[in-house]
């Protein structure tokens, strides 16, 4: 049991600061709900429905394909999917072999390709058919043995698995039968049994999941099934309005990332939640789905928010199924909220996290007082504090600016093959983020920004996403992303990216005007450059590191 902290007094009310958790690993989780909510719709892929007890059927028949393979616990393997229901069968009949999912960004470079399979040390890769001529390149340099196709169309409803392969042809491929490439519907099909043994274990590795590499090269990060099982429960404890066996949730996050991984696919297969899959989070797709399927549950990143809000299609439908809405992946602008508060009259919850902490670490309650900009408290059985920059441990007052670091069972074990850099951020227990932030007297996280993202001019600390902010309030502005660019007198100076919206144009000097009468003369913008786009990750961060980069080379 551990000491009553600040935060603990705003806790939902039942929710247990301090919780024993039910050991019970991934793959037992779905079997329990297959049989406990055995008709509910486990999958929603375009229309196309997949009950509990179907879903588990198919892992089971797929896990015996991957076994007739050679696939053994603590094998890796890979994964190059978008969110179809391929995705779920695969990482859960991975897991009841006692095997190892390691997901990668289907729209990843043959480096980074190369990088994550040759790190991960994957033997099977499981990919979609759209990428098998890059495939051809990349596998024979790499420690894959086998390769699974899949077909979009595989789980597609008719009439639309027929026309998908008519309309978009560049959308399918024929497989041209070859040594080693197997097709995954062939592999459910050939096999007669449907129970697999299940080899998973509490304390065994489940998933390495590679970090974003907005800092640098992306690291595999080591998470166990005790990791993800308890970020589950620590999630159905903080949102226990969903009910089990009934709720949706529109699985806009990408699986390969971790907040998709566990906050949609994992969340769900514990709960009997429909997952309603998205494929490609683009404004236009997730309206239709949204029409069509109407979740119950929206999360979002702060792209995705401001690209439905800035379309007139979103803020005409209806809204009513709606019951709350989730932000995640980096702080939601104050303007956002308000906006999408106004528009449909929902809750939102922010969360904070990283692929460390697997990768849920704080949210907002739902019953407390206004905290308006804050990622909330940590989650049951968490601990936090805010250490000092320079020494890295002395811990700072209410108020004041510090590293953000986590103590938890769902802290992750540590980065894949490279000690040295585990070592740089766990000790003794705790996980240093690299996150700069401050907690108010309640307990709750405010984000300033990335530690590696803090400009120093002329000695000044300034932290990019308040500029950022301040840029987006603009009704002209649609997006905006900040850096400290080299400066021979000050060190560094401020440099804003900035894309304006549909139709909009404003001037370098009238933008940096604005940005005088909201900042400190040291912390406005010395430049500003317009863009057509901002580089951002897979669920819609933005690379900073990219723009740098950009800068350096000129």
């Not at 504090?385 to 890295?392: A, K, S, T």
């Not at 000790?427 to 996150?435: E, I, N």
């Not at 996403?465 to 100076?493: M, Q, S, W």
Request: charged share 25%; aromatic share 10%; proline share 7%.
């Amino acid at each position: 049991m551990g000491t009553k902290r600040p935060w603990h007094d705003h806790y939902p009310e039942g929710v247990p600061f301090w919780p024993e958790f039910e050991k019970i690993t991934l793959s037992q989780a779905l079997k329990k709900t297959a049989a406990d909510f055995a008709r509910s719709t486990a999958l929603d892929f375009f229309g196309k429905r997949i009950a509990y007890q179907d879903l588990n059927r198919l892992v089971g028949r797929f896990a015996q394909g991957l076994k007739n393979l050679g696939v053994v616990p603590g094998d890796r393997v890979a994964l190059l999917l978008p969110n179809i229901p391929q995705v779920v069968i695969a990482n859960f009949a991975i897991w009841r072999l006692g095997a190892v999912t390691s997901p990668a960004n289907p729209l990843y470079t043959e480096r980074e390709l190369r990088h994550q399979l040759n790190d991960s040390s994957a033997t099977v890769l499981i990919a979609l058919d759209l990428l098998l001529p890059r495939l051809d390149k990349v596998v024979p340099q790499t420690s894959i043995r086998e390769v699974i196709v899949c077909h979009i169309n595989d789980y597609l409803p008719f009439p639309k698995n027929w026309l998908v392969p008519l309309v978009k042809k560049d959308m399918y491929r024929a497989i041209t039968p070859r040594d080693h490439l197997y097709q995954f519907v062939d592999i459910i099909k050939d096999v007669n049994e449907e129970e697999t043994e299940d080899k998973a274990h509490w304390d065994s590795l489940a998933a390495l999941l590679y970090t974003g590499g907005t800092t640098g090269v992306s690291k595999g990060v080591m998470l166990t099934h005790a990791n993800l099982s308890v970020n589950v429960q620590q999630l159905k404890m903080w949102f226990s309005q969903l009910e089990e066996g009934r709720s949706s949730i529109l699985a806009v996050f990408p699986f390969f990332h971790s907040a998709g991984f566990t906050g949609m696919q994992n969340m769900c297969a514990f709960c009997g939640f429909t997952d309603v899959l998205v494929p490609r989070p683009e404004p236009k797709v997730i309206i239709d789905i949204m029409k069509k399927a109407k979740p119950e549950f929206v999360p979002g990143v702060p792209t995705i928010y401001t690209g439905l809000l800035n379309t007139p299609a979103f803020r005409q439908m209806d809204h009513s199924k709606i019951k709350h809405f989730l932000a995640g992946a980096a702080p939601l602008a104050k303007e956002t909220i308000k906006d999408l508060m106004t528009l449909t009259g929902k809750g939102i919850t922010n969360v904070y996290g990283l692929t460390e902490t697997s990768p849920m670490a704080t949210a907002t309650p739902s019953t407390t007082l206004n905290k308006t900009g804050t990622v909330g408290v940590p989650l049951p059985g968490t601990d936090m504090r805010i250490v000092n920059l320079e020494d890295g441990t002395t811990e700072m007052p209410a108020g004041e600016p510090g590293e953000v670091a986590f103590k938890g069972p769902q802290v992750m074990q540590g980065y894949y093959n490279r000690p040295g850099e585990t070592d740089a951020v766990l000790k003794d227990g705790w996980l240093y983020t690299g996150d700069i932030g401050y907690v108010d007297e309640d307990g709750f996280l405010t984000l300033i920004d990335r530690k590696k993202d803090m400009i120093i001019a002329s000695g000044f600390n300034i932290y990019p996403n308040e500029i950022d902010d301040i840029l987006f309030e603009h009704p002209k502005v649609l997006e905006a992303c900040t850096i400290g660019v080299p400066d021979e007198y000050r060190g560094e100076t401020v440099k804003a990216f900035v894309v304006c919206k549909q139709g909009e144009t404003i001037s370098e000097d009238e933008l940096i005007e604005y940005c005088r009468t909201k900042l400190a003369a040291y912390k406005v913008p010395k430049r500003i450059e317009f863009i057509d786009e901002l580089p951002k990750t897979a669920i819609g961060k933005f690379l900073r590191r990219e723009l740098r980069e950009r800068e350096i080379t000129k």
